[in-house]
């Protein structure tokens, strides 16, 4: 009598195991059906916000430089060093070779959306697993910052 209780409480828990259970394969058939139904955006590489094309100075604004290192120091060096050296964000050394000058106004101006919607930018957050928070930067702010590293990746 106590053998059957056994077998038949064993025989009940993995039925309920194996009910719950699921199929794995056709969870991922849902999700990979619902990744293809978004449209494809083409990536211009310039990021997602008002930026659509940044004029750049050749030699360096000086003022700008200037005026975007008040701007680093202010909001930026708390997370981001100069160097490569990642510390809560990425570094920001030869980030202007990497990136396009609109992408990195639109990042610096648009940050939730981009890290949202851009591929680039949703790649960045999970290598550095932080939000970067919403500096309120205007189009100005921005633009001087950009041209401060231009100044740091050695552009004269």
């Known amino acids: 009598m106590k053998n059957k209780m056994i077998?038949?409480?064993?025989?009940?828990?993995g039925l309920f195991?194996?009910?719950?259970?699921?199929?794995?394969?056709?969870?991922?058939?849902?999700?990979?059906?619902?990744?293809t139904e978004e449209p494809a955006r083409k990536d211009d590489k310039k990021g997602i916000g008002s930026i659509k094309n940044v004029?750049?100075?050749?030699?360096?604004?000086?003022?700008?430089?200037?005026?975007?290192?008040?701007?680093?120091?202010l909001k930026c060096?708390?997370?981001?060093?100069?160097?490569?050296?990642k510390l809560v964000g990425p570094g920001w050394k030869e980030v202007t070779h990497r990136r396009k000058p609109e992408w990195i106004m639109n990042f610096s101006t648009n940050a939730e959306e981009m890290l949202s919607k851009d591929a680039t930018a949703m790649a960045l957050l999970e290598?550095?697993?932080?939000?970067?928070?919403?500096?309120?930067?205007?189009?100005a702010d921005s633009r001087n910052v950009l041209e401060f590293m231009?100044?740091?990746d050695g552009e004269k």
């Open 7 to 13: 077998i038949s409480t064993c025989l009940v828990l």
């Open 150 to 152: 231009r100044s740091n």
């Open 55 to 73: 004029e750049l100075t050749h030699p360096l604004n000086q003022t700008m430089v200037g005026d975007g290192e008040k701007v680093y120091n």
């Open 17 to 35: 195991v194996w009910a719950c259970g699921g199929s794995d394969s056709e969870q991922q058939q849902n999700v990979a059906s619902t990744e």
């Open 77 to 85: 060096s708390a997370c981001h060093r100069l160097t490569k050296e």
């Open 127 to 139: 290598e550095c697993l932080v939000r970067m928070p919403n500096q309120n930067l205007t189009e």
